[in-house]
């Protein structure tokens, strides 16, 4: 029996190119049609950047026409627990959530860096835009109450510049409300000369809140 051999020109294509192997998963493609990893970690950093700007000029604006800023120990807090809290603090008072760091950015050399010694652990922020601090305050101390949140306390505020720790705020809560000082004043007007001493002997705020009053009132009268 003869067996005839039969052998392809070298120019035909080779069975390597008709067949391939269907296990080999690994293609080579030009330079230009490689899928290419963008770059994460610099496109991420430029966005944490920019928000950690944002929160440090957010905090600036707070700043403006504030009476009080004080700092509120948030660890354990949930988030529909600060929506809650929000919706019960006056419209002057602002709640802020933000990184010590970056909080401290924005008050260092102005006078609420007496804030310092807040610098630590996890914050919220009260921003309080009116005279009226007891009234600001007392919002957060009834919802600490019913949550049981002890644990929770003011941590520490700046009041006229000077920084308030938590042992101090019964000072901050217990200050006279607008009216209560308005009354002490038509009170000394009509008292006599010892008890107008008195209240000009009364803490730098009452004074200062005694004559602003004061005048206003020979405003009204024509005087």
């Given at each position: 029996m003869e067996v005839t051999l039969f052998t392809l020109p070298s120019s035909s294509l080779s069975l390597k190119s008709h067949f391939r192997n269907p296990f080999l998963t690994t293609t080579h493609l030009p330079p230009t049609l490689r899928p290419q990893s963008p770059p994460l970690p610099k496109i991420q950093a430029a966005i944490s950047r920019t928000k950690k700007e944002e929160t440090v000029e957010k905090v600036k604006q707070e700043l403006d026409s504030c009476h009080l800023i004080a700092a509120i120990s948030y660890k354990?807090?949930?988030v529909s627990q600060f929506?809650?809290?929000?919706?019960?603090?006056?419209?002057?008072?602002k709640l802020l959530v933000a990184k010590n760091t970056l909080v401290y950015k924005a008050i260092?050399?102005?006078?609420?860096?007496a804030l310092k010694p807040c610098m630590k652990g996890m914050n919220a922020w009260l921003f309080v835009h009116s005279e009226e601090i007891p009234a600001a305050l007392k919002p957060y101390r009834t919802f600490q109450r019913e949550k049981k949140l002890e644990e929770n306390d003011f941590t520490g505020a700046v009041f006229?510049?000077?920084?308030?720790?938590?042992g101090e705020f019964k000072a901050l809560e217990n200050l006279p409300t607008r009216a209560e000082v308005y009354a002490q004043i038509l009170g000394s007007i009509k008292a006599p000369a010892s008890a107008v001493i008195g209240t000009i002997q009364a803490p730098a705020r009452d004074l200062v809140l005694t004559l602003k009053a004061?005048?206003?009132?020979?405003e009204e009268e024509g005087q």
């Open positions: 354990g807090l949930t929506q809650e809290l929000r919706t019960q603090l006056p419209e002057t008072t260092e050399g102005t006078k609420w860096a006229e510049g000077k920084f308030y720790g938590p004061y005048c206003k009132k020979l």
